[in-house]
């Protein structure tokens, strides 16, 4: 019999590479037709496993999917960014690899972070969507989210909407 161990823990330093091609191929799936292509492929190039390793290092609240020693996904989390809403806590990234979807990681990945942040302070949370990111604005409606707030982000000179989500 072959076992497989599935994790969810905090990043460490070896996970830089791991959690940079999940960034990549998640982000590819998730946005190609919705962000210009040569403003996806900026915002990839600039998460690379040096940027992830900094984060680890500086203590980011950053959790990662492990399947048997391989990183399937990853979330990362803390205050919120924006303080005119009253939410304390913000989800930032919640990806995981295209072959690991569908499978309820990201729903464990999902809870583990609500209840970290629970743990620190922030019963209260938020998530950011792209509004044309249909998976990822289904996924938060199921969990129960509420939009709150819609906003507009730039992508070179194409303006798409994104919705909050809030989480109490």
């Given at each position: 019999m072959?076992?497989?161990v599935i994790t969810i823990r905090?990043?460490?330093?070896?996970?830089?590479?791991?959690?940079?091609?999940?960034?990549?191929?998640?982000?590819?799936?998730?946005?190609?037709?919705?962000i210009p292509g040569r403003e996806l492929e900026r915002m990839i190039a600039r998460r690379g496993p040096r940027w992830?390793?900094?984060a680890i290092v500086?203590?980011?609240?950053?959790?990662?999917l492990d399947f048997d020693e391989t990183i399937g996904g990853y979330a990362s989390y803390g205050r919120n960014r924006v303080p005119s809403l009253r939410y304390g806590g913000e989800v930032f990234e919640l990806y995981v690899a295209p072959e690991f979807q569908g499978?309820?990681?990201?729903?464990?990945?999902?809870?583990t972070a609500r209840k970290d942040l629970a743990e620190h302070g922030y019963p209260s949370f938020l998530v950011w969507a792209l509004a044309d990111n249909e998976r990822?604005?289904?996924?938060?409606?199921?969990?129960?989210?509420?939009?709150?707030r819609q906003a507009n982000e730039?992508?070179?000179?194409?303006?798409?909407?994104?919705?909050?989500?809030?989480?109490?």
């Open positions: 072959i076992e497989a905090n990043a460490r330093e070896g996970d830089a590479q791991g959690i940079a091609d999940v960034h990549d191929a998640a982000w590819r799936d998730a946005y190609r037709g919705i992830w390793h900094s500086r203590g980011s609240r950053l959790l990662v499978l309820g990681f990201g729903k464990r990945l999902f809870e990822a604005v289904q996924f938060y409606k199921r969990l129960g989210g509420l939009n709150v730039r992508f070179g000179s194409e303006i798409r909407a994104r919705h909050a989500f809030a989480f109490s």
